[in-house]
């Protein structure tokens, strides 16, 4: 046998053993006899049947854990921690019941008698005490007539008083029928009031009246603004509509529905304080009347909502951008195809013979002068290090499931496994889309669908709502997209070289070889100073994304200013902030020129001939698009133009200059360079220079809101007899 094997059955036999003397009933009752005369020293009394069978149930529950988790320990070991646990756990259990017995009779009541009994319990300390009944008051017993029921009883007395009332009414009806008909010179001027009688009697008694005829004599031509002899004022007699249609003393309401539309490009974004805001991310003022007079930090709405009984969220109009840029990589030429290098010198070689360019064989075909640019490709080819990368992909609000809305003014009607989730207004979905040609996405609407989205004030309405914090977040709580929608302005510059040239200085040679929105160079011309400007380059302090800003969106500008503008200036300022807002027509970007790509360029062609500055070696390269990350720098809008409509294809100077070639410079130079504005604070002092910054139009959100409000129903107190 393997020795292994008889040592494992050794232990088992041992366990075995172990288990029968820990749960025989001798070791079972020496344990509990233990516990229970300890207890009882510490309680000075017997345990009742109650906490004897507690503490056995105890005993059992912790002998079977106890050998369960240590089988292997000696029997004596085992009791000892059986003995600790168990009395650990039966002195708790002897507390809890000492507490329990000693808590007030309504501590485990349960909360709705609870609260009843409070509630009698106050009312029976605020009654005062009845006072008893004095011995002579004897009970006075009532028979019930069972002969006739109060039933009946009340339908008599209900047609006696109606017919009382009818008898009334044709009474008055009759009385001013014959007063009506008798001429006002033969009624008796005895019962006629007496205007001077007024000033003869005190006021007191004036007022108090008497109980004299207090009604005209029933003429319809009387004047019942005429004072009585005896002190009394008339009054109009009773007409029948006052006894047939009561008048209602509870006024009335109706509810008025409103639309409240909400655009983020509204808020105040030209302000250095509402940096943290962005179209996914501000607030909104909804009491314009008393707001305070300076500068509006917040969009408002004109109209202030008073008793609003219901507050719906309608649907949110969002564009469709990309949250997050994805960078992939897609190829490397570290590891050559040398494969796909000598298909490509054999398609080279086969062109250039059947072309008669070469009738030598194979590979020397492939030093034709026509063949420089494919040779120049396989070279790339070959040449490990070249990498490209591509950002078409992107991640928009529709890579979500939902997308949560809330509002810390409104209480939340959802809940959820998160608290992001329980402090959400309204779950929205996908409802529809639309776009255009341009390389914008367009927008899409989103709605709580199949959910209600909306805030109750019952019994009593909200007396009025003065903001409101809008916030469109992820599923995880995270904002929809962190990116601001805004963008300072570094300066701005022309697109003729002269512009270029000054603006980037002499240090910083700029090669233009690879955008198109620049004015073509002089044919002869030993540097360049073109006075063209057909587009107008927008400088940012930061790099934006692609899918921030996009050819075809509509960009607006705020905060331009110059301490000495001259007329051109001016005319470009106020083009610039036209409220209509410009085009975007491109973005390019900038990088300088390495040493190696100088190295490769021995003869300077591809830096020099762009310059426009003969023999100089250019520094810089402005590229249009966007680099490896999707990222840009300059925003590239269309300049001012003569009208169309004239045939006219020229550009229209600034300020009605020959030409743009001394604007161009003067934008960005000396005292009339374009720079921000001092905004002032309400008592006339200077906040802060904020800097000139443009928003992107196209890229902005709408929420649309139904108010509900209690108005007074004025129409409930129009009468039939008014009609």
């Not at 025989?24 to 005369?37: D, F, H, I, K, V």
């Not at 059986?82 to 501590?107: E, G, M």
């Not at 609260?115 to 009654?127: A, L, N, P, S």
């Amino acid at each position: 046998m393997d020795p292994r094997t008889q040592v494992s059955f050794q232990g088992q036999a041992q366990v075995q053993q172990t288990r029968r003397v820990f749960f025989s009933s001798q070791n079972e009752a020496m344990l509990y006899g233990m516990l229970s005369n300890n207890f009882q020293q510490k309680l000075g009394s017997q345990l009742n049947e109650k906490q004897s069978s507690r503490l056995e149930r105890a005993l059992e529950h912790y002998m079977s854990e106890v050998f369960q988790a240590n089988a292997s320990l000696p029997v004596q070991t085992l009791n000892k921690e059986v003995l600790t646990v168990t009395a650990s756990d039966f002195t708790d259990y002897i507390q809890r019941q000492q507490v329990v017995a000693q808590a007030p009779p309504n501590t485990f009541m349960e909360t709705s008698q609870r609260y009843d009994q409070i509630q009698v319990d106050r009312q029976r300390t605020m009654e005062a005490p009845r006072p008893a009944i004095p011995d002579y008051v004897q009970p006075m017993v009532i028979k019930e007539d069972e002969s006739v029921s109060a039933l009946s009883l009340f339908e008599e007395a209900k047609k006696r008083r109606n017919m009382e009332t009818s008898a009334q009414a044709e009474e008055q009806i009759a009385k001013r029928s014959a007063a009506a008909q008798q001429p006002l010179y033969l009624e008796n001027t005895s019962e006629r009031p007496d205007p001077r009688a007024m000033f003869d009697k005190p006021l007191d008694i004036v007022l108090a009246g008497s109980s004299a005829q207090r009604e005209l004599p029933g003429r319809g031509d009387g004047n019942p603004t005429i004072a009585r002899p005896d002190g009394t004022v008339a009054r109009r007699n009773v007409l029948p509509q006052d006894i047939l249609i009561k008048q209602e003393d509870i006024q009335s309401y109706k509810e008025t529905e409103y639309n409240l539309s909400i655009y983020s490009a509204d808020r105040s974004w030209e302000l250095s304080m509402n940096n943290d805001e962005n179209r996914f991310n501000f607030s909104v003022n909804l009491n314009s009347n008393n707001s305070p007079s300076g500068v509006n930090m917040q969009p408002k709405a004109a109209n202030r909502f008073r008793n609003i009984v219901r507050i719906e969220f309608v649907k949110a109009v969002v564009p469709i951008e990309a949250i997050d840029v994805v960078v992939r990589k897609l190829g490397s030429t570290h590891s050559p195809d040398l494969q796909q290098a000598i298909a490509n010198a054999q398609a080279i070689a086969i062109t250039s013979v059947n072309a008669q360019i070469s009738t030598s064989p194979y590979p020397s075909a492939n030093l034709a002068v026509t063949n420089l640019k494919a040779l120049k490709d396989i070279n790339t080819l070959l040449n490990p290090g070249t990498v490209s990368y591509d950002t078409t992909y992107l991640k928009n609000i529709y890579s979500f499931p939902f997308i949560t809305l809330n509002i810390s003014e409104l209480d939340t009607n959802t809940y959820g496994t998160s608290s992001s989730m329980d402090n959400t207004f309204g779950i929205l979905q996908y409802d529809s889309n639309w776009t255009d040609n341009t390389d914008s996405l367009g927008f899409t609407s989103l709605i709580p669908k199949h959910m209600k989205c909306q805030r109750i004030y019952a019994p009593t309405p909200l007396s009025t709502l003065n903001k409101l914090s809008i916030r469109l977040q992820q599923p995880n709580g995270n904002l929809i997209n962190t990116d601001t929608d805004t963008l300072d302005i570094s300066g701005v510059f022309f697109s003729n070289y002269t512009s270029i040239r000054t603006y980037f200085g002499s240090g910083n040679i700029i090669d233009l070889s690879g955008v198109v929105y620049t004015d073509p160079d002089t044919v002869g011309q030993k540097g360049y100073t073109g006075s063209y400007g057909e587009y107008i380059w927008i400088d940012c302090k930061k790099w934006f994304s692609k899918f921030q800003v996009a050819v075809g969106d509509r960009i607006q500008l705020k905060n331009l200013s110059s301490a000495n503008p001259t007329a051109g200036v001016s005319d470009l300022i106020n083009f610039l902030q036209d409220t209509d807002g410009l085009l975007v027509v491109g973005v390019a970007w900038d990088r300088k020129i390495t040493q190696a790509e100088k190295d490769a360029d021995t003869a300077n062609s591809a830096y020099m001939l762009t310059s426009g500055e003969s023999g100089q070696l250019a520094a810089s390269v402005l590229i249009d698009g966007s680099n490896n990350a999707g990222y840009s720098r300059y925003i590239i809008v269309r300049g001012k133009f003569a009208d169309p409509t004239t045939g006219s294809t020229l550009v229209k100077p600034y300020g009605g200059a020959a030409n743009n070639l001394a604007v161009s410079t003067a934008v960005f130079t000396g005292t009339t360079k374009i720079i921000g504005k001092t905004i002032p604070d309400k008592n006339g002092g200077n906040i802060e220079l904020i800097p000139p910054r443009l928003i992107n139009l196209s890229r902005q959100t709408q929420f649309i809101f139904r108010v509900i409000t209690r108005e007074y129903d004025s129409t409930s107190l129009v009468r039939p007899d008014n009609l």
